[in-house]
Each structure stands twice: as C-alpha cells, then as structure tokens.
C-alpha cells in the first residue's frame, strides 16, 4: 500500500517513471531532472519500505513523507538561491557598465 503512496506523491512532485518499472516488483525509479542539482533519482524500495533518493551524488533514505518533503524543499531551496545569486551578478555587471 506504501508503494502506492510514494509513487502518488513522485508523479505529483514532476517525477517521471522510468520505463519498464512495470517489470520490477520489488523496485519503482522515478527521474527527474533539474538544471542546477542535475538527475534526481528516486527508487521505491518495497522490501525496505521507503524511498532512496540520488541526488548530487549522495544518497538518501526515507521512509516518512515529512522527512522526504523537507528534504526536496531543501533541494529546491538551493537551487532557487543560486539562481538569485547569477541574477545578483548579471545585475550588478550591468550596473558597472552604465554611464551616470
């Protein structure tokens, strides 16, 4: 029943199911791809009831929907403060190029 939960929650945060999942009963990967952090790999895991997120070439066990929420709002979080970060730089680029 877990399995089920996980995937709902998965398709719902932009994953995508990766083809031939239907094969496997004992493991379901989800992709998703992000232009900052890279490939997001997340595989249910029936046997050990949760979800063994890959990202950033580290991995990460959860198997409480709180802790994985936390865990890919924080992901998010990075990659909106480094898009913050080159828009600050363009701007200020453009800034020192102006002739007051």
Do not use: C, P
């Not at 952090?37 to 997340?42: N, P």
């Amino acid at each position: 029943m877990k399995m089920g939960m996980y995937r709902s929650y998965l398709l719902k945060n932009n994953f995508w199911a990766k083809k031939g999942n239907e094969q496997n009963e004992n493991e379901k990967v989800f992709i998703k791809h992000d232009s900052i952090v890279g490939g997001i790999y997340a595989i249910i895991q029936r046997e050990n009831k949760g979800v063994k997120i890959v990202a950033e070439g580290e991995e990460h066990f959860f198997n409480n929907f709180d802790k994985l929420d936390l865990f890919l709002n924080q992901l998010q979080h990075r990659k909106d403060d480094f898009i913050k970060i080159l828009k600050r730089r363009n701007i200020s680029r453009r800034l020192r190029t102006l002739e007051i």
